[in-house]
């Protein structure tokens, strides 16, 4: 039976998530304050950032709507690297399960983003969620790397990976 688009939203979303999951996991424990740039957020700042996304964003296609000053729940940021994997499953647990409830429908639907724009929750989901979620990601990628960690490969190997496949070769 083919999927509609909903259904392929969550898969491939489940598939992103194992790989962020994935990237949380391989940060250097003790660099949660880690900041290359004084003016940027920490290393585990960021990696909450992944959270907040999916928990906004989530938040905003379900319920239509974000009130100034309101957050959903469970968002508070971990305080260490050890918290911060558990911590997205769980907020991503949440998310995802007020995207699964949405109709087919819903995708349709125009909300008003945190900027004012109108915009079509089909757009929202995989712009404002999948996309931004990828392209911090990235960002946290290089920072592990920075910190001293080594980053997973998360489309293909890393440098680590390929040298231990040419290795067993």
């Known amino acids: 039976m083919p999927m509609n688009e909903l259904e392929r939203f969550l898969e491939t979303w489940d598939v992103e998530t194992g790989r962020t999951t994935s ?4 940060l250097p424990p003790v660099q949660y304050d880690f900041r290359p740039d004084a003016g940027g957020r920490s290393l585990g ?3 909450w950032h992944l959270a907040e996304v999916e928990a906004y964003i989530s938040h905003l296609a379900k319920e239509g709507k974000l009130v100034p000053g309101e957050r959903p729940p469970g968002i508070e940021r971990p305080r260490t690297v050890a ?3 558990p911590g997205y499953a769980r907020v ?3 998310a995802r399960a007020r995207v699964a409830s949405l109709a087919l429908t819903d995708l349709e639907r125009t909300v008003t983003f945190f900027d004012g724009r109108p915009m079509v ?3 929202l ?3 404002a969620l999948l996309n931004h979620l990828i392209h911090h990601r990235g960002q946290l990628s290089l920072m ?3 910190a001293g960690g080594t980053a997973p490969g998360l489309y293909g190997p890393n440098r680590e990976e390929t040298a231990a496949v040419r290795a067993r070769a």
Do not use: K, P, Y
Not at 23 to 26: G, K, Q, R, V
């Open 23 to 26: 990237l949380l996991e391989a």
């Open 45 to 47: 700042e960021l990696a």
């Open 83 to 85: 918290e911060l994997a």
């Open 92 to 94: 991503h647990t949440d």
């Open 121 to 123: 929750i089909g757009h």
């Open 125 to 127: 989901l995989r712009g």
């Open 144 to 146: 592990c790397r920075l």
